[in-house]
């Protein structure tokens, strides 16, 4: 097992320096001018201007500011935000804890229902109960994310008022104990919803065709024969050993809802890393997008080997492939 993590790593580190050069590269090569942000709309003096170039190192040809970017990244400095003023580091810390809470969270529920509802569907195949599944899971991979979430701000928030629309918290401040917990969820179920429908309806098609596949082998029929209860044959015989694609589903997709939420964290005014990103491409904010598109690279990278380790686990052969 560990020599099989450490070839994974291996073929990680010159995916992870392509994924680094070629975001600078395209950042660098988008229409705009950093400087613009740096020196504010009023007019300035052109000596000022190249004062602020050299000080930031913007008045170097690409290539230079690329291995300047590669040294910094190696020793963890990820730079220092034109648009806020501050670290890129400190900045990106800041908003980590609730991308986290929202992705985590809606990877979950994604997982929990999207196993359930392809479970129920394998179960009964051909009854109202599949149909109404593969029906969901149908739209919900259809409907953009950005558009549900405002569907679902009308008519939670508006129409009914029964939920926020915006924020994290109260601007008066969250409650202290339980009543703040309880608080704080009625924020983060609209967007934690629409953020985990795509990726519920993905998992819950998936676990159904790896279901009917596994249902229909021998050994189902002879644990059936043997008097197990059907709570057992789907669950400790069926799904176990469906996991595999299910697994992979999950797996792969972490740093896509990573990614994702940019848009579900700007519809709600989730004060996250997505958001984060949002306002820094409005603001030509190059070390900001670079961070994020970083640290989103290596997330689909570990995703993937924790992906793989689990695979490995299930099945030793996967190593050997």
């Not at 994020?292 to 993937?304: D, E, F, K, W």
Request: aromatic letters at 10%.
């Amino acid at each position: 097992m560990m020599w099989f993590v450490a070839r994974r790593l291996l073929h990680a580190v010159p995916l992870l320096f392509c994924v680094v050069v070629l975001n600078f590269v395209l950042i660098a090569a988008t229409p705009g001018d950093p400087v613009t942000i740096l020196v504010g709309d009023f007019p300035a003096p052109p000596g000022y201007v190249e004062q602020v170039k050299r000080e930031f190192g913007l008045d170097q040809p690409i290539y230079v500011q690329l291995m300047r970017y590669l040294g910094h990244v190696l020793t963890g400095d990820l730079g220092y935000s034109f648009a806020n003023r501050q670290p890129v580091s400190t900045l990106i810390l800041g908003r980590l804890a609730a991308t986290l809470e929202l992705t985590l969270t809606a990877l979950l529920l994604a997982s929990l229902l999207g196993i359930a509802l392809g479970m129920l569907a394998a179960r009964w195949r051909g009854s109202w109960l599949d149909s109404g599944v593969q029906g969901i899971a149908s739209t919900g991979y259809s409907i953009p994310d950005f558009w549900l979430g405002q569907l679902l701000i009308l008519v939670f928030s508006i129409w009914l008022g029964w939920l926020p629309s915006q924020g994290n918290m109260s601007v008066r401040g969250a409650p202290e104990g339980f009543a703040g917990f309880l608080d704080h969820l009625r924020y983060l179920l609209l967007p934690a919803l629409a953020l985990s429908f795509r990726y519920l309806a993905l998992i819950a098609r998936i676990t159904r065709a790896a279901m009917l596949e596994v249902l229909s082998a021998d050994f189902i029929l002879a644990a059936r024969s043997r008097g197990a209860s059907e709570t057992s044959v789907m669950i400790t015989h069926a799904l176990r050993n469906a996991a595999a694609p299910v697994i992979t589903v999950i797996g792969y997709n972490l740093g896509f809802i990573l990614a994702g939420s940019a848009l579900i964290e700007t519809v709600f005014g989730w004060p996250g890393i997505g958001r984060l990103l949002f306002d820094s491409i409005s603001r030509r904010d190059y070390p900001v997008m670079m961070a994020i598109l970083l640290m989103v690279s290596v997330t689909v990278v570990l995703a993937n080997l924790a992906t793989d380790i689990l695979h490995r686990a299930i099945d030793p052969r996967v190593g050997d492939r």
